[in-house]
């Protein structure tokens, strides 16, 4: 069965200090995004990526950094991470017809 | 500036009865409109979808209702059931954005009670 997994499931991490996140997918998709959910917000896109090797921003880009190192995977680095880094980030791909199949998310607390 | 506005916010309904969640966007060249049914500590999942073409999709007891020149849409659950409790988000997409770049409502939380 197609999935999109994704790891570590919750995390806490100091201000100031580095997280990576990570994605992967078994869908053979070539589409790959990262969205982060606040508390009575809906998903607002970070970055995205259509082909291995290349991000591309999204809606709130700011503070965070993407690697897609292979088609299979999709990275979500905070270099400098802060407070309000705090939420939940969710991984999805997708193909040419738009259906994005989402991951279980990343609990983030930073402290 | 919100570019997709859901409402009502929360919503309960009986068992049997249905629950109608709205949703209007501001951006008219947005040609995609896919629901997602959330469950606490899941990610989200398509539900049902339509195409700015169709005025009307129907998949069992789940049907959108759009209107294009009122730039509105509508999510019906007929014979609502426990299961059906979530939260659904209206999101929309435009056909010459990058594939799948979607923006999201922020979501109306439904609860069934039996």
């Known amino acids: 069965e197609a999935a999109v997994t994704q790891s570590p499931r919750s995390k806490v991490a100091v201000t100031g200090g580095k997280v990576t996140l990570s994605c992967h997918q078994t869908?053979?998709?070539?589409?790959m995004y990262w969205y982060r959910q606040d508390t009575g917000h809906g998903l607002r896109l970070i970055h995205y990526s259509y082909v291995a090797d290349s991000t591309e921003k999204g809606d709130i880009p700011d503070g965070y950094k993407a690697s897609r190192p292979s088609q299979e995977n999709f990275s979500l680095i905070l270099e400098l991470a802060s407070l309000s880094q705090t939420a939940v980030y969710f991984c999805?791909?997708?193909?040419?017809?738009?259906?994005?199949?989402f991951g279980p998310g990343t609990r983030l607390t930073v402290l | 500036q919100q570019q997709v506005r859901q409402s009502p916010q929360s919503l309960t309904v009986w068992e049997g009865e249905t629950a109608i969640l709205n949703c209007s966007y501001e951006d008219s060249t947005f040609n995609y409109f896919p629901w997602y049914q959330q469950f606490p500590g899941e990610g989200p999942a398509l539900l049902i979808s339509?195409?700015?073409?169709?005025d009307k999709k129907e998949d069992g007891r789940f049907t959108i209702f759009f209107n294009k020149r009122e730039k509105k849409l509508s999510l019906h659950i007929t014979d609502s059931q426990p299961g059906d409790s979530a939260t659904y988000f209206c999101a929309a997409s435009e056909g010459t954005q990058v594939v799948g770049q979607l923006t999201f409502g922020r979501g109306t939380r439904l609860q069934v009670y039996a």
């Open positions: 339509i195409r700015s073409v169709s």
């Open positions: 999805a791909s997708s193909d040419a017809r738009d259906e994005q199949y």
């Open positions: 869908n053979n998709h070539d589409y």
